[in-house]
């Protein structure tokens, strides 16, 4: 059951400490999404990679937040220090140049800085 | 002005009533779009996409597109109480699949 895993799904923290979040995309999708969710601001794009290699991040505070794909099998979104203002749903998805191109989304991780 | 537009609701309609809900667009570079689905506390999944003008069924889903006025819309048929979600519209553009998703229009479906 091929699926986008990310991990931790929940965190609390410390404002001024560092997160890290990660996810495995599904086997063979070349494009990896960050998203951010909120009530207020709903599901916004972060940054997005196409075969490891960022094609756009401008949605994602550069001050603070960093994201990379080390390998094909794991993409990282590090906030550096967290504020309360980073406390959301953060999905990372996946997908295909190939085909229908939707994205597949992992189950979030629900970040809360206080 | 966001990129992608909807009414964040909420929508309430009777079960068996049809529900519409809609989508405005203003990158005239999307080529592709999507119509996901969002239960409470769970993630974003895929209902229908699009990319031509017209219609597009699939079961009690409709997808509809019209490129020239930069609108989307999903009629649900006969809505039932499971239908009471999020519902996300999403556009893509064709160069970088960049996806851009609107913030979501909450539908409730009365018993």
């Known amino acids: 059951d091929a699926r986008v895993t990310q991990t931790p799904r929940h965190k609390v923290t410390e404002m001024g400490q560092e997160v890290t979040m990660r996810c495995q995309p599904i086997?063979?999708?070349?494009?990896v999404f960050w998203y951010r969710q909120t009530m207020m601001q709903g599901l916004e794009l972060l940054a997005y990679?196409?075969?490891?290699?960022?094609?756009?991040d401008s949605g994602m505070p550069k001050d603070r937040f960093s994201a990379e794909m080390p390998d094909a099998t794991l993409a990282t979104l590090k906030i550096q220090p967290s504020e309360p203002r980073d406390s959301a749903v953060y999905f990372c998805?996946?997908?295909?140049?190939?085909?229908?191109?939707?994205?597949?989304f992992g189950q979030g991780t629900r970040l809360t800085v206080v | 002005q966001k990129e992608v537009e909807q009414n964040s609701g909420p929508l309430s309609v009777p079960e068996g009533a049809i529900a519409s809900l809609n989508c405005t667009y203003s990158?005239?570079?999307?080529?592709?779009f999507f119509w996901y689905r969002q239960y409470s506390g769970k993630s974003p999944e895929l209902i229908m996409f699009?990319?031509?003008?017209g219609d597009k069924e699939d079961g009690r889903f409709t997808a509809q597109l019209n490129k020239a006025s930069q609108y989307v819309s999903l009629l649900i048929r006969d809505s039932q109480p499971s239908d009471s979600a999020t519902y996300l519209c999403?556009?893509?553009?064709?160069?970088?699949?960049?996806?851009?998703f609107g913030a979501g229009t909450r539908l409730f479906v009365k018993a």
């Open positions: 086997l063979g999708h070349n494009t």
């Open positions: 699009i990319y031509s003008n």
């Open positions: 990158d005239r570079g999307s080529q592709s």
């Open positions: 990679f196409r075969n490891r290699a960022p094609l756009d």
């Open positions: 999403a556009a893509q553009n064709t160069g970088g699949f960049k996806t851009i």
């Open positions: 998805a996946s997908g295909s140049i190939w085909g229908n191109t939707e994205a597949f």
